[in-house]
């Protein structure tokens, strides 16, 4: 190699090795004549090599493809000179620039001269970036003629004959068609990138970044386009590329090349790793700017945790090979914050990337686990996925493999979570997010790991030893490789699901591998639901054959051939021929197992969970092949073949879990767990209180433990007589009655007060299962659950344990059927029914944990807590506030199931909302119960936000939902209060409802109370404001969604409630409920007249004296007792207003009107929508007395308003202009409106008599002279106005607060201010 090449080479970062197979010059040809190849030899105008040598056959570098023509001046490709109004053009119109980049973002769009000719190539390098937008550049085609077209402030604005690429996807005529077009999104270039596009000749459009193609953009394009950038955001200056530069381009090609390689982990390590062993996984020193790598490379922590939450983001050190496990322990957490640690892979190398705050926002080549779901490119493709990672604690692991299928699984502690993404490409760096509470992770080595499955079945995503899907089977029964659009086929050909499951509910289809012999049973497993849609699980039988079925949205939609169970009608080729068959299809829960089989006499059989449903239709053709057909419609998402299908035998559900399933010993000495000596009248007690006997009748067989459950800690029993005679069985469960708080027992005598049976124990909160039916307090939680406790035999056992995740699960002959009810209460005990057909059971379980550890299913949570912990945990309510009462476990409670961004304390009797200004849901424990007032107390409002809590009801299970960012957006069976609406499934029903929750001040007591017919009844400090919803279903649970400015909730316990609702008369509830900080707090809720401080306020009725001078129409004001505010220093500190507020897209600071009284001005109804949904900014003009009403019948500030503000010249910028048209600027088509400055401070806007005139009034009331001024509150549109200096002088200091370089707006674009109130301020 010459040295002059080599020293070249040297420059470039991290150039590759010798060790691939190429020298230096060799690599600079091969990538050059693979971009020439990228570009179809019609692409010659782009020239990678040196400039060719004369002759023939010399061109492109000698690869003997012909010199390219050179480009004349005329046929160059140029900016127009019509451009952006922000444009300026520079190098004979090949650099485009956009001004004041610091200010603006928008009216950057420029586009080429000419129409682009086929297969000729377009392409701009990026000069210059700005560090404060978010964004970037754009670039594509349009139709449009740059000499007619109006330019838009933003490309995609424009809604016909436009293509265009932003980020990493395409928008047609504004919209996007196209999501993820690249792996590369426009907005990570860096300066000196390249972007390209090209029209070939086949009408396709292909866009290049850096020379390499992306691939089909959009298959047909007009023929005349021409080439449009749009310079938004970040980006501020480019060029148009001609002459294209061999070493620069391949510079950023070899870093590509690296990053998409992968060989990539063979690469040399970087200057901080140089010493380390080079296979060994370490934290690459790039890492977040919060973050430290310590240790050698194998820790990895957020030095100040306490002080942010994000900007901890860690890469290794190389790329992860096929079936490569990274693992990091988590050392440390802090508790300050929402969310915690996050993992996954991506493809960019950590030498080059520059990290984001939070890996979630990186756009390209990038997988992440967050909480329970699984994101690619920040989008998020699995909502329900795994253990949530927000839930894990000091001492858990998580862990991430790419296999050489291309699939991604994650682990949590161990445990498979199953297939997260497909297609990944291999050389991915493993990434960990060190966010929120997660503050410092260890790397794990393999010798410290848990042996990995060869065969990663997706289970229930926690693979306890007894899933059914967890062993093989001897049966070679599979899903065929041929299914719907929707489904995918994992697991060996064993387990089948739904992709997009929270977006799409059908096109997944399932077939079996091979048609079904005669008496060969198909089960599967429902694995994995989402409560979302409606319908469920459809299966049965076709004819057809794989390879002929053109596989449908729904499986009864086809009309031959076929037979399908829908809920509980069959249907043969998509006719009903018989309802109410004997299940319910539509009813199954996770968990649930279904089978089908045809016998000999071609009648078809469904089993539930190993039972026969009886023949569901006959007349099969017995000389057709059946195959087997699953539709993973609406709510069923996953599902797996058992170990049970194959030949029919007497056992339909084997399975190899009872190889693990906890040890058979007999009760001897020393075995701790005994019965509890109270029990029901007909129960006896032998050998040392680990037998129970019922003695008479059939009912009063209630026996509890000895002692409380431990956490993960199981209860079990064996059975061993029975009595055919009666009919029911064993039930069984957890409750929080003390044994022997109903009455005394003796060693066989009965505690008076306990009930016949279980489900009728119910002064304390129980949870139990009977047959397979969940109940809480004898409520109906869940139907279908594991198996029949009602099949039991002798010698079968069944155990309980409670989870750490506070879950009840029930274990049947050492199978977990797992979880039953969520939110268990921590000290519970054992209660058993030894009910109907069981008579005599057996304690055959020991309390020391140690002894069946290694049987027990691997735990997802870390068992790190201790029983001092929950000590602690027990004496919080004795810390509470004299407010607060002590409430037992069966008192109300928030559910642990709640937004992501809640955290509960105070033994979850108060919620707090610790981020943003949504994820705020919260749940009520127990359903609401008829004549019972629940309250809640709001303890803390931001008002930096706007809108605030909403309250409702929820008709269904709420442990298994999966809340979403408001309240609003629950679509089944959930009535919210909200500001002054009722609303039903996100759907307004009422307005005008009882008072504004929005303005309810801290303090106010809410409550929700169901009448004896079911109405839902709204209490306002204990004041019931009416019916809001007539027969709500029941059971219901209470529902808070803590938004906008309410971010802390406490529930008041009954005893409370019951004395603020009833027992005191209004006016001592707004004296306990609104005292706050010993300042009267009732503005905002119309109490009695003589409460409100506007009726007291002086300054509030002298200003409201002088409006009323004025003369101006009423129509033009809101009706009260909305019509005004007063922002004098008495009312201001009364609501506890702050001085600043933030307001618009993107969030813009505004000053609060402090002694002025402010008139609010009805909105145009076409502009309402915008105003709403709170997008505009806020500002202040200065205006006087005689323009008003000008104003006012205008509906907007512009020419004529008689302000000085609006009226008085724009100072011109040196340089470029508004005094004069730009080079580059359209000619006025007509005379531009006179400018009107605006300021974010009042103090500004009305600061002198210039701005705002002050006029002498005399009082009507007290006959006193007075002067006073005016000003309008506006909404300005965001991109409309240009904020600057001030360029009038003002008496007296400019608002401190505010930037000088921002203090004033200028906008000229009509309907760019909305009046949004009349200011008015007396002195």
Known sequence: MPPQAQAQLDKFPNSLESENGFSGMELSEVVSNAILSAYNGGLLSVSLGSPPAEGPGAGAGGSGLPAPTPLTSNDALLFHEKCGTLIKLSNNNKTAERRRPLDEFNNGVVMTNRPLRDNEMFEIRIDKLVDKWSGSIEIGVTTHNPNSLEYPATMTNLRSGTIMMSGCGILTNGKGTRREYCEFSLDELQEGDHIGLTRKASSALHFFINGIDQGVATSVTPPVVYGVVDLYGMAVKVTIVHNHNHSDRLRRNNAILRALSPEGAHRRPPPGLAHSEPDRLLFHPNCGQKAAITHEGRTALRPHATDDFNHGVVLSSRALRDGELFQVRIDKMVDKWAGSIEIGVTTHNPAYLQLPSTMTNLRSGTWMMTGNGVMHNGTTILDEYGHNLDRLKAGDTVGVVRREDGTLHFFVNGVAQGPAAWNVPPGVYAVVDLYGQAAQATIVDDSELLPLPDDISEGNNQLSPSSPSSGAGATDLRFHQLHGSNAVITNGGRTALRHNCRSEFNDAIVISNRALRDGELFEIVIQKMVDRWSGSIEAGVTAIRPEDLEFPNTMTDIDYDTWMLSGTAIMQDGNTMRNNYGCDLDSLGTGSRIGMMRTAKGDLHYFINGQDQGPACSGLPAGKEVYAVVDLYGQCVQVSITSATGPMDNSLSTSNATEKSFPLHSPVAGVAHRFHSSCGKNVTFGEDGTRAMRVAGY?????????????????????????????????????????????PGGGNGAGPGLPTSLPELQTKTTWMVSGCEVRRNGQLQRMNYGRNLERLGVGSRVGIRRGADDTMHILVDGEDMGPAATGIAKNVWVVLDLYGRVKVISIVSSSMLEEIEGTKPPSL????????????????????????????????????????????????????????????????????????????????????????????????????????????????????????????????????????????????????????????????????????????????????????????????????????????????????????????????????????????????????????????????FVPPPKRSLCYCESCRKLRGDEAHRRRGEPPQEYALPFGWCRFNLRVNPRLETATLSKKWHMAYHGSSVGAVRRVLDRGELGAGSASILSCRPLKAEPGCGYGESGENCVPPREEQPPPVLLSPSLRHAAGTDALASKVQFRDPKSQRPYQAQVAFQVCVRPGSYTPGPPSTAVGGPPDPHFSPAELEWVTKEKGATLLYALLVRVE
């Open 699 to 743: 009912a009063h067989g209630l026996v509890f433990s000895m002692k409380e459950l431990r956490t993960d800690e199981v209860f079990e029993v064996q059975v061993e007589e029975l009595d055919e005679k009666w009919a029911g069985s064993f039930k069984v469960g957890l409750t929080t009655l003390l044994p022997g708080d109903l009455g």
């Open 861 to 1116: 949570s870390s068992d790190t807590g201790s029983e001092g912990e929950e000590d602690e945990d027990d004496e919080e309510p004795g810390t509470m506030g004299e407010n607060e009462a002590v409430v037992t476990p069966a008192a109300l409670e928030f559910l642990e199931n709640h937004g992501k961004n809640i955290l509960l304390s105070n033994g979850n009797l108060t919620a707090t909302r610790v981020a943003s200004y949504n994820q705020g849901i919260v749940v009520i424990n127990r359903p609401l119960v008829p004549q019972q007032l629940v309250q809640v107390r709001l303890d803390f409002l931001n008002r930096q936000w706007t809108s605030s809590l909403a309250l409702g009801v929820i008709a269904c299970p709420p442990e298994r939902l999966n809340f979403p960012a408001s309240a609003c957006a629950l679509k089944r069976a959930a009535w919210l209060l909200r500001g002054q609406g009722i609303f039903h499934n996100g759907l307004k029903i009422c307005e005008k409802y009882g008072p504004n929750l929005d303005t309810c001040p801290e303090g106010t007591v809410l409550g929700l109370r169901l009448d004896g017919s079911g109405g839902l009844h709204l209490y306002v400090n204990g004041v019931d404001q009416g019916v809001a919803v007539a027969e709500v279903p029941q059971p219901c649970h209470a529902l808070v969604d803590l938004y906008g400015q309410c971010e802390q909730v406490t529930i008041l316990s009954l005893e409370t409630g019951a004395a603020n609702g009833e027992g005191a008369g209004i006016q001592g509830d707004m004296e306990k409920a609104d005292v706050v900080d010993g300042i009267k707090e009732s503005v905002c809720w119309a109490p009695p007249p003589d409460a409100s401080p506007l009726k007291s306020c002086e300054y509030h009725a002298l200003c409201s004296r002088f409006q009323e001078l004025l003369l101006l129409p009423e129509d033009y």
